[in-house]
């Protein structure tokens, strides 16, 4: 869990939102949210749920490995992920005619 700190300021980052506004979605102090992002602190189960739904992801989500990823591309996924089947089936076609 060496890395929850990096990944909670990755996805925060790909979103746009800053410290502050994420701790007033959390209910925590700006400095609470530094402190996690640096991995001085450690956060219940309760704040990761809150942080996950503040950035609309599931907590899975959360743990995935996703650090080479660069932030557009990670906010991408994360959008994708909310879509239904058949979203993601003319998304993934309108994808495959701009690449050809």
């Known amino acids: ?11 925060r980052l790909s979103k746009d939102i800053s410290t502050e506004q994420l701790a007033i979605l959390v209910g925590v102090n700006q400095s609470t949210i530094s402190r996690i992002e640096s991995n001085v602190r450690s956060t219940s189960i309760e704040t990761l749920f809150k ?16 650090k080479n990823l660069p932030p557009d591309l990670l906010n991408l996924i994360i959008t994708a992920k909310k879509l239904s089947p058949q979203q993601r089936k003319k998304i993934t076609e309108m994808i495959e005619s701009l690449i050809n």
């Open 1 to 11: 869990m060496n890395n929850l700190g990096e990944r909670i300021r990755r996805i």
């Open 51 to 66: 942080i996950c739904e503040a950035f609309e992801i599931t907590i899975v989500d959360l743990f995935e490995d996703n």
